[in-house]
């Protein structure tokens, strides 16, 4: 026979052993990933939410709806379409790989659809990484401001990525702030 206390004692280890998520378990870690992944390459931007998406298929059951199929049905037409492009007209290379480029980011945002869609997401969280990811955005902005107020330089680039750059729009000199974007 358990006696009360044991079973007391029993119920709260349960309580305090249970593991608090991680951050890269949450639902929310790919909004947190935005900034350091939109300041590298292309390709390897391409790698990183391959591999965030990975880790949320293998996390959550991804189930299709009308919609989802509609998607499918476009992704296949645009295949379809490059292959028989690539079949009758003589492309360049670089504008072939560029379809098969889009459409790779295409399938990864329906698996992020697919996912997402299912997920109840917790908004307190969600607006606190929005609000921190323009309060990056805004400061970036500021940089910039300041950046070319001293030094007068007509683009900055890191990493390939373009913080800002200067034009000319209707005979005057301007900034354009990209923000990596």
Request: aromatic share 18%; proline share 2%.
């Amino acid at each position: 026979m358990i006696s009360a206390s044991a079973l007391v004692n029993t119920v709260e280890h349960s309580y305090t052993t249970e593991k608090k998520p991680s951050f890269l378990t949450t639902e929310l870690f790919l909004f947190s990933f935005l900034w350091p992944v939109m300041i590298f390459p292309k390709e390897v931007q391409f790698f990183a939410l391959l591999l965030i998406a990975f880790v949320l298929v293998k996390k959550h059951a991804v189930t299709f709806d009308l919609l989802s199929f509609f998607l499918c049905a476009y992704l296949v037409l645009y295949a379809f379409s490059i292959f028989i492009n690539v079949l009758i007209r003589s492309s360049e290379t670089i504008r072939v790989l560029a379809a098969f480029n889009s459409l790779s980011i295409w399938m990864l945002a329906i698996v992020f659809y697919l996912v997402y869609k299912n997920i109840q997401l917790d908004m307190k969280k969600l607006i606190k990484i929005g609000f921190i990811n323009y309060s990056v955005l805004i400061l970036l902005w500021a940089v910039s401001l300041l950046i070319f107020s001293v030094t007068a330089m007509g683009k900055v680039s890191v990493l390939t990525r373009t913080l800002y750059y200067t034009e000319t729009f209707n005979g005057e000199v301007v900034t354009r702030f990209v923000g990596f974007m």
